[in-house]
């Protein structure tokens, strides 16, 4: 009986970790969001891109901010390093 109460706690004990670390893996998955860290990732991708040109940025998000109004910051700096790697490929 102490042995079959083992196991099952054993299981339950798997379960919940494989549970608890299947959730964390799905936060940690990318800047999809529009929260503040996938504006963080968004900023610091678009800093790499642009050699640190903070300038450059700030004004393709004024850019696209008049476009898109009600825009978070995520998605109008996704759209400006959306825009800059298309322009950068031509």
Known sequence: MDALLLILLLGAF???????TRH???ARSGP???GPRAERALEE???R???GNRG???RGVTAQRRRHP???RADLLRRVRDE???DRSR
């Open 14 to 20: 798997v379960w919940a970790l494989l549970h608890v």
């Open 24 to 26: 964390l893996r799905s």
């Open 32 to 34: 999809r969001g529009s």
């Open 45 to 47: 991708e678009l800093l």
């Open 49 to 51: 891109l642009t050699r």
């Open 56 to 58: 450059a940025i700030e």
């Open 70 to 72: 009600d825009a978070s």
């Open 84 to 86: 800059y790697l298309r």
